[in-house]
């Protein structure tokens, strides 16, 4: 039972280039999240998933798209990576909404964008 | 606006001895989930404690337990016996709605030996 896992754990991008990070859980959780971390701020919901085939907008959405075509994936992607979007990256997941549930979080991707 | 305000950037403690941690947050939500993560060096967001708003009684994980304080808007977390294990950055965090956490900006706990 490997919980929650991230590919890749470190990424260094030009402006411009773009890339998809992967997450993957083995709980059979319907409700999957992806938030960025940045120095001196909390956890920010980028999106989310209730279920497989849909997604949702977080709090900080714009530059960022995700897909959920697989209940255990949620990918999140950078169409024309941008400086701004330097931070480390989680993903999480949890088997209930809200706060009914513990949400698991994956080991973080961090990624420079040059 | 709905916030989570962690008022005590670092903070440091000797090993056994007990430290508390604060957190206030605003919402007008009456029901809700509140939290504490521990991030280690590692990164791993790791769930310490978890208090949901409608029941009265302080949640308590071992060493960790809680102080809720519904009115004030209050979550502290007090951590007896330190442990150096306990080094990380603590976030508290809460769930006023459905999906969406809210997170503070963590305070960076140091047990020293």
């Known amino acids: 039972n490997a919980g929650v896992t991230q590919t890749p754990k470190f990424r260094v991008l030009k402006t411009g280039q773009s890339m998809t990070l992967l997450c993957a859980q083995d709980?059979?959780?319907?409700?999957m999240y992806w938030y960025r971390q940045d120095p001196g701020m909390g956890l920010r919901l980028i999106h989310y998933?209730?279920?497989?085939?849909?997604?949702a907008k977080g709090e900080v959405p714009d530059g960022y798209n995700v897909s959920r075509l697989k209940k255990q994936n949620f990918l999140l992607g950078l169409e024309s990576a941008a400086p701004s979007q330097t931070s480390v990256y989680f993903c999480?997941?949890?088997?209930?909404?809200?706060?009914?549930?513990?949400?698991?979080f994956g080991p973080g991707t961090r990624l420079t964008v040059l | 606006a709905q916030t989570v305000t962690q008022s005590q950037p670092e903070m440091s403690v000797q090993e056994a001895e007990t430290v508390t941690l604060s957190c206030t947050y605003d919402t007008s939500e009456n029901n809700y989930y509140l939290f504490w993560y521990k991030q280690p060096p590692s990164r791993q967001m790791i769930l310490v404690i978890r208090?949901?708003?409608?029941?009265?009684q302080n949640a308590t994980e071992n060493r960790f337990s809680v102080n809720f304080q519904k009115a004030a808007k209050s979550f502290s977390l007090k951590i007896s016996d330190s442990q150096l294990g306990d080094t990380a950055m603590y976030f508290c965090?809460?769930?006023?709605?459905?999906?969406?956490?809210?997170f503070g900006t963590g305070t960076r706990l140091k047990v020293l030996a």
């Open positions: 965090a809460f769930i006023p709605g459905t999906y969406k956490y809210i």
């Open positions: 208090q949901e708003a409608y029941k009265q």
């Open positions: 709980m059979n959780h319907e409700y």
């Open positions: 998933s209730v279920g497989e085939g849909t997604t």
């Open positions: 999480a997941s949890s088997l209930e909404r809200g706060g009914r549930s513990e949400q698991f």
